[in-house]
């Protein structure tokens, strides 16, 4: 299981993670939901207190993944394939273009 920080305007909005059966969840945390309830990351995912699940990795965060050259370069680099998204997104989007940003969680930080 993988797991990823999500950072609105430099706010801890949620958890993005990657199940081991491959399946998707993005929980927006409960500091977040109680003091920026209408700062939703996406149009899509406005903010709630329920998990958003899915069978593939979200749209929203699937756009924030390099396309083109530029993910050659970071598949090569980083030795991810390129369809282990959810390993491109936690290795090439901690400062994306824009207010969303996403931070892998080491196991260390679990504990």
């Not at 430099?10 to 993005?26: K, M, P, R, V």
């Not at 977040?32 to 709630?48: A, E, G, L, R, S």
């Not at 998990?51 to 993910?71: A, D, H, N, T, V």
Request: charged share 25%; net charge negative.
């Amino acid at each position: 299981m993988r797991s990823g920080k999500v950072y609105y305007k430099n706010h801890l909005a949620g958890i993005i993670t990657e199940t081991n059966d491959g399946e998707y969840l993005f929980q927006y945390v409960k500091t977040y939901v109680q003091k920026h309830h209408h700062d939703f990351i996406n149009f899509t995912m406005p903010v709630t207190d329920k998990p958003y699940e899915s069978k593939r990795l979200f749209p929203f965060f699937e756009g924030l993944i390099p396309e083109g050259w530029l993910l050659d370069i970071a598949s090569k680099n980083w030795k991810i394939n390129r369809n282990d998204r959810m390993g491109l997104l936690l290795a090439c989007c901690h400062n994306c273009i824009g207010a969303v940003s996403v931070e892998p969680i080491l196991e260390e930080d679990e504990s």
